[in-house]
T-cell receptor, first 115, second 117 residues
Framework: QKEVEQNSGPLSVPEGAIASLNCTYS??????FFWYRQYSGKSPELIMS????GDKEDGRFTAQLNKASQYVSLLIRDSQPSDSATYLC???????????????FGQGTILTVHP | SQTIHQWPATLVQPVGSPLSLECTVE??????LYWYRQAAGRGLQLLFY??????ISSEVPQNLSASRPQDRQFILSSKKLLLSDSGFYLC????????????????FGEGSWLTVV
């Protein structure tokens, strides 16, 4: 069973702090990783994708990937109350070209940024 | 640009009644299409995916079925709903025209909230 694991939280941080969200995956062959943000009652929206080891930055968001440790993280700098949402980690399984783009999702981490 | 539309947004159905959720994608051709379900407080579970018209693969045995009558249309159905079918249903698409890692991203529709009573 290919799994993606996240700490369900909730994670609470003060406004302006760095929020750190973590994710591990079991399929060592996974190549593509994604972070989605989901506001309550809404559908997930893509924040970041990462494919190579190391860091990838986009504005206040930084995704980090360590394939050796099978670990993906998302850092949110200068957290704002509007960042309060559930963050979903997803991985594309390695199925020898037959995965058809399917993603495996973690259960999500609830983030609350308080003023 | 590509857009995805899903409807209805919300529905309340009695146990044993039929279900039809519809999804259409605009601005792209021959996409991969997916139906996911999210139960309360849980992650996303892939139900069905389709790589072309009439081609449906089921990930989880259940009370639901899917169909793809047109290239950019994906339908989720049930003949008789169960209480356990309640949840947030999400249609998603992925471009098959983009190669490599850039083509791996999937995008979600607005979702349909189903409550079976």
């Amino acid at each position: 069973q290919k799994e993606v694991e996240q700490n369900s939280g909730p994670l609470s941080v003060p406004e302006g702090a760095i929020a750190s969200l973590n994710c591990t995956y079991s399929d060592r062959g996974s190549q593509s990783f994604f972070w989605y943000r989901q506001y309550s009652g809404k559908s997930p929206e893509l924040i970041m994708s990462i494919y190579s080891n190391g860091d990838k930055e986009d504005g206040r968001f930084t995704a980090q990937l360590n394939k050796a440790s099978q670990y993906v993280s998302l850092l949110i700098r200068d957290s704002q109350p509007s960042d309060s949402a559930t963050y979903l980690c997803a991985a594309r399984p390695n199925a020898g070209g037959t995965s058809y783009g399917k993603l495996t999702f973690g259960q999500g981490t609830i983030l609350t940024v308080h003023p | 640009s590509q857009t995805i539309h899903q409807w209805p947004a919300t529905l309340v159905q009695p146990v044993g009644s039929p279900l039809s959720l519809e999804c259409t994608v605009e601005g792209t051709s021959n996409p991969n299409l997916y139906w996911y379900r999210q139960a309360a407080g849980r992650g996303l579970q892939l139900l069905f995916y389709s790589v072309g018209i009439g081609q449906i693969s089921s990930e989880v045995p259940q009370n639901l079925s899917a169909s793809r009558p047109q290239d950019r249309q994906f339908i989720l159905s049930s003949k008789k709903l169960l209480l356990s079918d309640s949840g947030f249903y999400l249609c998603a698409w992925r471009s098959r025209a983009m190669r490599g890692n850039s083509g791996n991203t999937i995008y979600f529709g607005e979702g349909s909230w189903l409550t079976v009573v």
